[in-house]
């Protein structure tokens, strides 16, 4: 008893697994009573046990075991986490329980089996079940037999899956025992009342006596189908409808059951037969062989492995090829048979594996039937029979209707009898009327054949056809036949059965009728229609989608009553006739006076018309007689404006109010469309048109209108038409308009010689556009370049814009029937839209050029004629641009190209099926089994270029089929199953990447998730990444649950991982995407009440006009009551004139009349009140209830109807019901115009929008998930002005609201326009006032891991400001860690992350300095150099204390110098994107800064300023006069300086231009012109500036990168723009050629120019140089010239290396372009021969590696050989010429310079060096090696000589002239420099004294001149200008300031020439000096420039004397031949003469 005493003071639990087994009993009862105490099925109670529930059914004592099995199945039944212990109990009921003696404890362990399916847990039931009958103790197989048995008796064969069953059912019956003999029996008997017949293939094998039996047992079955009797816990709703269908007597139950019948498919049980590897492996030998026995025996073999009914899916490619040639060639119609029995057997056995076949074998049958003999007739029929059901009929509908027009009756019999067949096994859904239509077409025709069994065969067809679909759907396509026709087509169609005995849908109601859509029963038809409107709407609910096969009669029949009066027609009327209908009607004077002379009598007349008409009767109306009274003489002819204007106005009434049929419109619209242009008359004219549109339909009456317009030569007639047409396109819509016509005639209006028709038609193509999108741009392909351009301009104005909702509707068609019509006709075309224009392109056939040559080419052994074959086939599909599907025998030849060893041939085969797609269009579906699914195998490939390629044209199909294709069947779960961790990334990202954007998915894709499984658990860990990112796109299709159960089949470790992976997913699970806008009004009017039914009724359109209805308002009456009133408003809607705004169209379009003003009123009492309802705390206890989750947190991928619906509930008790409508419309229109009201209402109602901030902005992430940019802007309008607002009112951001708004609003950040960033910035900034800094940054921290490059580089950019902003404290959670994520960025793919990282670090680094090295961690050397360089150039450009705009540094190129490999040339253009936006960047920080800085932030406000000083001054020249010159000779008192620093401003600007430069380059690349001018400008008076050019350094690429940049906007832009004033592009071409001038003068700015750039640069200025357009301009040859000069100039000044390596990729990238190349490359050799004549002089100075390096890749890309092939042999004779002369010049050396060629051995280059230094070295001789060096040095120096020679000669004759003398003397000082030991006696000893003399006074003048030079060269940099002047330290020569005083005189327009004269009184060392001085300075006077002059007034004087006396000194004596004595006077007179003058 003590024992006893210890355990039961135990708890529960514990007793439960005591040692003791009366513990465990006492434990197990105890649990029973908890369980079926506790009533929550969630409490945390039941979680105790989950461990333990295993040990209850395992126990090892008997009595303890059944209690703990009673326990168990409580346990099971009641606790939610039950179906956790599946897997681990049921093996545990299988092992220890069901081999117990005791019958309870067998029945307690089935009984938790099936509670264990009834709670979902089936798949994981059975397959322990099954796993159960492997057992070797019988028993247990008896146990698990029975238990399988009634699980399927009791759930049925829809939740037991059968398959798995009837697989080990045949072993089961070869048992020993009898009881598993007899058990399995009573389950096949169970099984078979289930699926019936579909069981018997699987037991043909079994004992013959068993089968027996078994059919004893089967035929004693009763023929009613078994009913499921327990139900799942999700099938509650089934089970109640089961337990009401009991007590009724289950009268309504048998529709269901039949379904559950034929649920099974017996091909679905059976194992699959591998038959490729049982073929003869001589079969195709035999089947070619010459013997038809042989052939015989070849096909008698395969016949015999296809008779196996289901067969392994594999390459049955050859195997089908070889079939089809016997069919279609063999001579033998035995063997034809054959193969046509073969074919069907393998289309039978593979199913829809084999529709990857059927487009090519289904011509060569229907080709075949030609044959008339019986066998082979029928032969062909089953195997095109069994065919058909592999694929669709639209897939080979191309193929049939090709035969339907051959001459031979038999194959348009045999044609016809197979669409006959075929269309029985489809149905309404599968037969839209986009395959309808051609089918008809074609039937029509053959049944007007002369071949009566044609007819025969055409009827039964279109019999067939109308039985299926309706006779309403059909009959459209047969309005030409005549009664007897259709009669015979009727008759057909009766006699027709459908397979199942379907009914067609134009029969009586269906049979197989849901439960659940059940409408009212039988009673529904006899009602009357206009009663009935909502039922019918509701009956015509599953056609707004794809029609579904049991839709009611009811929905058919009560549109059948409307559709009489679909067309009003009317017959051609007489004069006599209409004049009788007139004169009842009219009263009498008013027609006498119609054609009176007297034009005030006719307006009187026109008068008392309209009276007549407003008043008359609609019904009774006779418009036709009304209107041709109107076009009685004068008619249309009438002079009167008045009297016109008066009579269109009554057309229109006419249209409006009477049953207006086309004849009477026929009548009129001649005269309306020669009114349209006229300038009074034209706005009734067009309001006539509307009218007539409305009342005809829009499509007829604009044919009309174009044709009439275009038959008549008044262009204004057809201008306004044309405009009149596009806006009545947007107020009516697009559908039905005859797209083809109308493209006809707007090419004819594009061709119109007057502009205003041509202005309208681009117009019309804009709208257009709006509907049909980028295809329209094909037809319009061949226009001019220029009318192109202004077609795309149009075309890109319309981008982003949504069509407008039709306002119009033709009233004449608002039939249900339309209606119904219509909405599937959008539905399955889009809406008349996309796809309708891909079907109007001219497609060619290019069959017949896939000849077999080009098959066996592509084929071949050789890699070179495989290459061959592809480049055929690339031309064939190129040349002809649009092709039809049918292209032959390419899709093999093609896949065996995907595979083949040679991976060039690879990429060229992707490129070739990525042209077939854009060719091919969406008839690229048929081939996407056969030469899609071979793509995805691409995938796989090991390299990185290829799997590119193969997912770029993998996209290319999607685009034209869509996804279902690829989904459907098994080949993407095959693909899967490969084990290549490539393939398996590659596929499961693009998964994830496109299931999201779908809204149904094929149930294919559940075969795609054991794969997907697999991979989760990869080795390689990307495959696992990709995996885990595909789940949650999964799991939206398919559902968690499908997901979970799927897992039953992994290992326990596996299954776990997965499911806790199923978790994870399922939270952040994306949500369906919803249905399209236009599919809303069909399926919304369900919702919306009886009203939103009916008015979609009303209209043809319905679906927009369902979206006006204001939300709720309708929904709340019953639909009784909206009934009478919608009866009333039909018959007096004809009657009102549509009002023409949009808003009261809708409602008068739609509502009832009776009910519009209570609307209307309604709506304004609404709106009057407050928007937001302030509810006190309210906010709170949202923030409360989300934290204690008992609603859904807000965080989301994308949102789920969940979460929407969450904040709909929550926003009602806060928001204006009203407004709350507005922003949970369909319509985004909607959306725009309640943020509009909250924008109005946003200062009114500040505090209730407080309260309510959190759902606002809830709402407003919701918009960031819409792709209508529309919205979008306006949501970010709405969200600075509410940020600004919260900043006033000093609210701060809860952590609630933040999380919700900011992860979204980060996401914006990354959109592609422009526009949306901007804002997105701005909102970020001002969120920074409402929320700290340090919280916003985690957030852009988290933005910086997303997968699109642009948000990244954004929120990069953004910690960058904030960093700079808020200092490092902002870095959270740390500096370190925070900066060290930051840091990894730097080696991103993307150019703009990179850049913005290293910005963001650069920003870190001016904040802490060197310690950022710390915090960043360890970067890759590269990465680290990257920020090095950039650290360095960001402290070299910016000073110490510098704003925050200016921080932000932009990227310059690299090192021009330093030693790379560089890629191709294309980076380029992205670098130049990269500057231009870092310049948008950088002015956009300097627009928002506070201008705290003094420093003006532009060149042009200093320079104005110092203008305006130096103007305001310049009348102070006089005050030199007040300094006494006399003193100058006394030079020890010095004059003080009085004159203020004007000079500081400018160098305080001087030492802080970076970001001032950085600006004004930005506006270089300005698209104004007068912008890019002015900076132009600016920049040109800077670098004419020697003192102020050093400021460019460094920024000379970004110069140029601007530069180039308006080149290139120039010539895309202003040239092409009539607009733009010619003049004005020459003067911009001007000004950027000055300043590029000015920058390559000066040859130290012009050598930081980078290769890249170079290269970019030279190639602008040549296509500048060959434009024609420039040259067309006046004064174009000039900017020619101009260019010629520039080129000349940048070859000269540019750094060598730099200008070689860009001249020599620019002239590959012209070779390999095709187009103008050869003119460009020519230009490109020419600037190379020019560089090369340079070399000796710029050999030193070059980077013979990179020179080398650059032309070892040019020879790469053109080997010897090759370049041999182009036209000419000028580019090999470049090359050569360049490498011999870098030979010559550098000798053997250069092979010591090939150190940055990888693999020197194998490059073309090492080897050519090689034979040029050996062939140079042997000119030297032949003699003994001592010989040949003195020879040589001879030779050498011989050659050295007469260089020397030839050079002095020539600069000596230029001193010798008078022009060139200055020119001449500063060579020979270069000369002299250059090599000082040059003996210039040879010279000179020849000459006279006097030019010995003259020659050596130049050299020291020159000399002292430069020394002055470099003074001011040194310290101007250094030190403000006026501390230069005042140094004394170095004194300047005389001739220094003489040069001086003449510029000074010249700028204050002082000089004459007797000045001059005086002034050059000396010798010719005086005369020189002017000119000297003169050509270091700039042609143009600047501001500057006169500044400095002033400033150097005053001490000019002084410093000229003391010069002087410094030149008189002895060892200056010589130099002088004037008196300073005589020079100071002279210059003493020039003053007092200045004074004098100024006075």
Not at 38 to 59: C, H, M, N, Q, R
């Amino acid at each position: 008893m003590a024992d006893d005493s210890e355990w039961m003071k135990l708890p529960v639990d514990q007793k439960c697994e005591h040692k003791v087994w009366k513990a465990r009993l006492n434990g197990y009862e105890e649990a029973l009573k908890l369980f079926q105490r506790i009533e929550d099925a969630k409490s945390p109670e039941w979680g105790k046990y989950l461990g333990l529930i295993k040990k209850f059914v395992t126990d090892s004592n008997a009595v303890a075991q059944l209690k703990g099995l009673e326990a168990a199945l409580a346990f099971v039944e009641n606790a939610h986490v039950a179906n956790r212990t599946t897997g681990e109990v049921v093996s545990g009921v299988v092992t220890k329980v069901f081999n117990q003696p005791k019958a309870r404890a067998k029945e307690l362990g089935m009984d938790i089996c099936l509670m264990y399916i009834e709670i979902e847990k089936a798949e994981v039931v059975q397959e322990e079940l099954l796993k159960g009958l492997d057992n070797k103790n019988p028993k247990i197989v008896v146990a698990c037999l029975e238990t399988l048995r009634k699980a399927l008796g009791e759930f049925g064969s829809k939740i037991v899956t059968l398959k798995p069953v009837v697989k080990i059912l045949p072993k089961q019956f070869e048992s020993r025992e009898k009881a598993v003999r007899d058990e399995a029996r009573l389950l096949a008997v169970e099984i078979y009342k289930w699926i019936r017949d579909a069981l018997r293939p699987s037991l043909q094998n079994i004992n013959s006596v068993q089968l027996k039996e078994l059919e004893e047992e089967w035929v004693k079955l009763p023929s009613t189908p078994p009913k499921q009797s327990r139900f799942l816990r999700s099938q509650q709703d089934l089970k109640a409808k089961f337990e009401q269908q009991q007590v009724q007597g289950g009268e309504h139950s048998d529709d269901d059951e039949e379904e559950a019948a034929v649920a099974v498919d017996p091909y679905e049980l059976l194992e699959p037969v591998e038959i490729l590897s049982k073929m003869p492996k001589d079969f195709y030998d035999k089947i070619e062989a010459k013997k038809w026995q042989e052939r015989k025996e070849a096909l008698e073999a395969i016949e015999t492995l296809t008779k196996n009914p289901k067969l392994e899916n594999g390459d049955y490619g050859d195997l089908v090829r070889a079939l089809k040639k016997v069919v279609g060639k063999d001579a033998n119609v035995m063997l034809v048979s054959l193969a046509a029995k073969c074919l069907a057997g393998l289309a039978t056995g593979l199913r829809k594996k084999f529709g990857t076949y059927s487009g090519q074998v289904v011509p060569t049958i229907l080709e075949k039937f030609k044959e008339k003999k019986p066998q082979v007739v029928q032969a062909l029929q089953e195997a095109i029979d069994a065919i058909f059901l592999t694929t669709t009929l639209q897939n080979l509908s191309e193929d049939i209707l090709a035969v339907m027009d051959n001459k031979n009756p038999s194959i348009k019999q045999q044609a016809s009898l197979f669409l006959a067949r075929s269309f029985r096994h489809c149905s309404q859904a599968t037969l839209p009327k986009s395959v309808l239509k051609p089918f008809c077409a074609a039937l029509i025709k053959q049944v007007n054949d002369s071949a009566p069994e044609v007819r025969d065969a055409a009827f039964e067809a279109l019999g067939t056809v109308m039985k299926v679909v309706g006779e309403k759907a059909v009959n459209p396509f047969l309005a030409d036949l005549d009664k007897l026709k259709l009669d015979k087509i009727k008759e057909s169609a009766d006699k027709v059965e459908l397979p199942g005995g379907k009914k067609g849908a134009g029969g009586a109601p269906v049979e197989k009728k849901p439960a659940a859509k059940a409408a009212p029963p039988p009673e529904a038809p006899k009602t009357s229609a206009p009663t009935k409107k909502a039922s019918g709407a509701a009956a015509s609910k599953p056609s707004a989608g794809p029609p579904k096969k049991g839709k009611p009669a009811s929905g058919g029949k009560a549109k059948k009553v409307a559709s009489d009066v679909k067309e009003v027609t009317e017959a051609e009327l007489s004069d006599g006739v209409c004049e009788e209908l007139a004169a009842g009607v009219l009263p009498e004077n008013c027609l006498q006076a119609l054609d009176s002379a007297n034009w005030k009598e006719r307006l009187a007349s026109m008068e008392e018309f309209q009276k007549a008409v407003e008043t008359m009767d609609t019904v009774t109306m006779p418009c036709q007689a009304l209107v041709r009274m109107l076009a009685k003489k004068p008619g249309w002819k009438e002079t009167n404006f008045q009297v016109m204007q008066m009579k269109l106005h009554i057309v229109a009434l006419v249209a409006q109010r009477g049953q207006f049929s086309k004849t009477s419109a026929s009548v009129v619209l001649e005269g309306l469309v020669d009114k349209v242009g006229d300038v009074k008359c034209g706005g009734n004219a067009k309001e006539g048109l509307t009218a007539i549109g409305e009342a005809c339909s829009l499509p007829w009456t604009a044919e009309q209108l174009v044709s009439l317009a275009f038959a008549q030569k008044n262009p204004k007639n057809q201008a306004e038409a044309l405009n009149w047409l596009a806006n009545a396109m947007k107020e009516f819509g697009f559908t039905g308009i005859n797209v083809k016509a109308f493209i006809n005639n707007v090419k004819t209006a594009l061709g119109a010689t007057n502009p205003g028709v041509r202005t309208a038609a681009i117009t019309l193509l804009g709208v257009m556009y709006l509907y049909m999108g980028a295809p329209l741009r094909m037809f319009f392909e061949d226009e001019k370049p220029a009318l192109l351009a202004q077609i795309d301009a149009e075309f890109e104005k319309m981008q982003g814009q949504s069509p407008p909702a039709p306002i119009r509707f033709n009233r004449k068609s608002a039939s249900a029937e339309d209606e119904v019509d219509e909405g599937e006709e959008q539905d399955e075309d889009g809406g008349g839209g996309g796809q309708d224009i891909m079907d109007l392109l001219p497609r060619s056939d290019i069959s017949d050029k896939i000849t077999s040559d080009l098959v066996s080419k592509i084929g071949d052994k050789n890699w070179k004629i495989r290459k061959e074959g592809l480049d055929e086939a690339a031309a064939i599909i190129s040349e002809a641009k649009f092709i039809k599907p049918t292209i032959g025998e390419l899709p093999f030849a093609l896949k065996g190209r995907l595979a083949d060893s040679n991976k060039i041939l690879v990429q060229q085969t992707l490129s070739i099926l990525q042209q077939l797609a854009t060719a091919m269009g969406p008839g690229i579906k048929q081939h996407v089994k056969s030469l899609g699914i071979p793509i995805i195998t691409v995938l796989g490939d090991s390299k990185a270029n290829v799997r590119s390629a193969a997912l770029t044209t993998l996209q290319a199909w999607v685009d034209q089929t869509g996804m279902k294709d690829w989904l459907e069947g098994e080949d993407l779960s095959e693909e899967l199953k490969r084990e290549n961790p490539f393939l398996r990334q590659e596929v499961l990202g693009w998964l994830a990447e496109k299931l999201p954007a779908l809204r149904t998915v094929p149930g294919d894709l559940m075969l795609c998730v054991p794969q997907l499984y697999t991979c989760l658990e990869d080795r390689n860990g990307d495959v696992r990444k990709k995996a885990q990112d595909a789940l949650p796109t999964f799991m939206m299709h398919l559902g968690y649950d499908k997901m979970n159960k799927a897992t039953g089949k992994l290992k326990p470790a596996s299954k776990d991982q997965v499911v806790a992976m199923l978790e994870k997913a399922r939270a952040v699970m994306p949500a369906k995407p919803a249905a399209p806008a236009k599919a809303g009004g069909g399926k919304g009017s369900a919702d919306l009440g009886g009203t939103a039914s009916a008015s979609a009724e009303e209209h043809p359109d319905g679906k927009p006009e369902v979206k006006k209805i204001r939300g709720g308002a309708a929904a709340k009456k019953p639909p009784s009551e909206e009934s009478p009133p919608l009866i009333k408003d039909k018959e007096v809607n004809g009657s009102k004139k549509p009002p023409s705004k949009g808003k009261a169209a809708a409602s008068t379009q739609q509502g009832p009349g009776t009910k519009k003003p209570a609307a209307k009123g309604l709506k304004e009492e609404d709106k009057s009140g407050p928007i937001f309802i302030f509810v006190p705390n309210a906010k709170e206890q949202r923030i409360k209830e989300e934290k204690q989750l008992k609603i859904l947190k807000w965080n989301f991928i994308t949102p789920r109807d969940e979460y929407v619906e969450q904040l709909k509930t929550q926003m009602s008790t806060c928001l204006a019901k009203w407004l709350q409508d507005e922003l949970y419309h369909l319509d985004f229109q909607r959306h725009v115009k309640a943020i509009g009201v909250m924008i109005e209402r946003l200062e009114s109602e500040r505090e209730a929008t407080i309260g309510c901030l959190d759902l606002i902005l809830k709402w407003f992430t919701l918009r960031f998930f819409d792709t209508n940019t529309t919205v979008l802007m306006k949501a970010l309008e709405y969200l600075k002005l509410l940020f600004i607002m919260l900043n006033d009112e000093n609210y701060h951001l809860t952590e609630y609201e933040a999380n919700s708004f900011i992860p979204y609003l980060i996401l914006k950040v990354g959109e592609s326009k422009d526009g949306v960033r901007k804002d997105v910035r701005a909102i970020l900034t001002m969120l920074c006032k409402v929320y700290p800094a340090s919280k916003v940054f985690p957030f852009l921290m988290e933005g910086t891991k997303s997968k699109n490059s642009k948000q990244r580089a954004e929120c990069l950019e953004e910690l960058g400001c904030l960093i700079e902003g808020y200092g490092m404290n902002v870095c959270q959670p740390t500096p370190a860690k925070s900066l060290k994520e930051i840091a990894v960025h730097i080696g991103d793919r993307d150019t703009s992350v990179r850049n913005a990282a290293l910005n963001t670090v650069v920003a870190v680094y001016n904040v802490c300095g060197d310690q950022v090295y710390k915090l960043i961690g360890n970067l890759s050397e590269k990465e680290m150099s990257m920020l090095e360089e950039r650290i360095k150039r960001s402290a070299k450009k910016a000073p110490v204390k510098q704003s925050a705009s200016e921080k932000t540094q932009r990227e310059h190129p690299a090192n021009p110098n330093a030693t790379f490999s560089r890629k191709p040339a294309q980076e380029d253009p992205n670098k130049l994107k990269i500057m231009y936006r870092t310049y948008k960047i950088q002015s956009r920080q300097q627009h928002n800064e506070p201008s705290h800085n003094p420093i003006p932030k532009e060149f042009k406000l200093d320079l104005e300023k110092i203008e305006e000083d130096m103007i305001r001054d310049e009348y102070k020249m006089p005050d030199l006069i007040e300094h006494n010159l006399d003193e100058l000779l006394e030079p020890i008192i010095i004059p003080k300086f009085m004159s203020r620093n004007l000079s500081l401003h400018f160098d305080d600007v001087h030492n802080s231009t970076a970001s001032t430069i950085n600006y004004v380059i930005s506006q270089v690349a300005s698209g104004d012109i007068n912008t890019s001018i002015q900076a132009l400008a600016q920049i040109d008076e800077v670098l004419r500036q020697e003192d102020k050019a050093d400021a460019m350094s460094g920024h000379i690429d970004q110069l140029l990168i601007a530069t180039i940049m308006q080149l290139r906007l120039i010539n895309s832009t202003h040239l092409a723009d009539d607009r733009v004033d010619k003049k004005d592009v020459i003067k911009l071409y001007s000004c950027i050629m000055g300043s590029l001038l000015s920058l390559f003068s000066m040859e130290s700015l012009a050598r930081e120019a980078s290769m890249g750039i170079l290269k970019d640069l030279m190639h602008g200025l040549i296509m500048l140089m060959l434009d024609s357009r420039v040259e067309d301009i006046e004064e174009g040859t000039q900017v020619i010239r101009s260019v010629n000069l520039l080129v000349i100039r940048v070859l000269e000044k540019s750094d060598p290396t730099n200008l070689i390596s860009a001249l020599l990729v620019l002239l590959q990238d012209s070779l390999v372009s095709s187009a103008g190349s050869h003119t460009i490359s020519d230009l490109v050799m020419k600037c190379l021969w020019r560089v090369i004549r340079f070399l000796p002089e710029t050999i030193h100075n070059i980077n013979l590696d990179r020179i080398l390096l650059d032309i070892h890749n040019f020879m790469k890309v053109f080997p010897k050989e090759k370049l041999k092939q182009l036209k000419g042999d000028l580019p090999h004779r470049t090359l050569k010429t360049l490498l011999h002369s870098l030979c010559k010049l550098t000798g053997a050396k250069i092979l010591d310079h090939l150190s940055m060629i990888e693999n020197r051995n194998e490059s073309e280059l090492e080897a050519h060096l090689r034979r040029v230094v050996k062939h140079t070295g042997n000119l030297s001789g032949m003699k003994s090696d001592r010989g040949n060096e003195k020879s040589g040095l001879r030779t050498e120096e011989r050659m050295s000589k007469a260089k020397v020679s030839d050079i002095l000669t020539e600069i000596f004759k230029k001193i010798g002239s008078k022009e060139n003398t200055k020119e001449g003397l500063t060579e020979l000082y270069e000369y002299k420099l250059k090599y000082s030991d040059a003996d210039l006696e040879p010279f000179l000893k020849n000459t006279t004294q006097v030019f010995q003399n003259y020659v050596e006074r130049g050299l020291r003048m020159i000399e002292s001149e430069r020394e002055g030079k470099v003074y001011i060269q040194t310290v101007m940099p250094q030190n403000s200008c006026d501390s230069v002047l005042s140094s004394n330290e170095e004194m300047k020569p005389a001739s220094y300031y003489y040069e001086r005083l003449q510029i000074l005189k010249r700028r204050c327009g002082l000089e004459n020439t007797s000045i001059q004269a005086g002034l050059n009184s000396g010798d010719g060392e005086s005369q020189q000096q002017p000119t000297i001085s003169l050509m270091s300075k700039p042609a143009v006077v600047s501001s500057t420039d006169m500044l400095h002059s002033k400033l150097s007034q005053l001490k000019e004087s002084r410093e000229q004397y003391q010069q002087e006396r410094s030149a008189l000194s002895p060892t200056r004596a010589n130099t002088r031949s004037a008196s300073p004595a005589g020079d100071l006077d002279d210059l003493k007179k020039r003053l007092e003469r200045i004074k004098s003058k100024l006075q």
